[in-house]
């Protein structure tokens, strides 16, 4: 069974960083296409970066020029470096990983105070 297992996210200032990782069990991670979404609470879940096996990057316009994701092969992970955080970035952060179906992780609290 596919494991994806959140962690790094927590309590920050606005204009903090934070860099939540994604460490990837039982799947071909070399061949997936890994992700980040975001479910702010009242909000349903939006895409914030994917990756691909190429290491081809994609951004949601609202994180473009703050976010980066990067993956690791060697190690099954994907992390995403988030800087100049505000307080809309708050909200539980999922990684995501997609072969033939999508798989989820349990997700991160990212908490941003103003």
């Known amino acids: 069974q596919v494991q994806l297992v959140e962690s790094g996210g927590g309590l920050v200032q606005a204009g903090g960083s934070l860099r939540p990782s994604c460490a990837a069990a039982?799947?071909?991670?070399?061949?997936?296409?890994m992700g980040w979404y975001r479910q702010a609470p009242g909000k349903q879940r939006e895409l914030v970066a994917q990756?691909?096996?190429?290491?081809?990057?994609n951004y949601a316009e609202f994180v473009k020029g703050r976010f980066t994701i990067s993956r690791d092969n060697a190690r099954n992970s994907v992390s995403l470096q988030m800087n100049n955080l505000n307080p809309e970035d708050t909200a539980v952060y999922y990684c995501?990983?997609?072969?033939?179906?999508?798989?989820w992780g349990r997700g991160t609290l990212v908490t941003v105070s103003s």
């Open positions: 995501n990983g997609w072969y033939d179906r999508p798989y």
């Open positions: 990756i691909n096996s190429s290491g081809y990057t």
């Open positions: 039982r799947i071909s991670f070399n061949f997936y296409r």
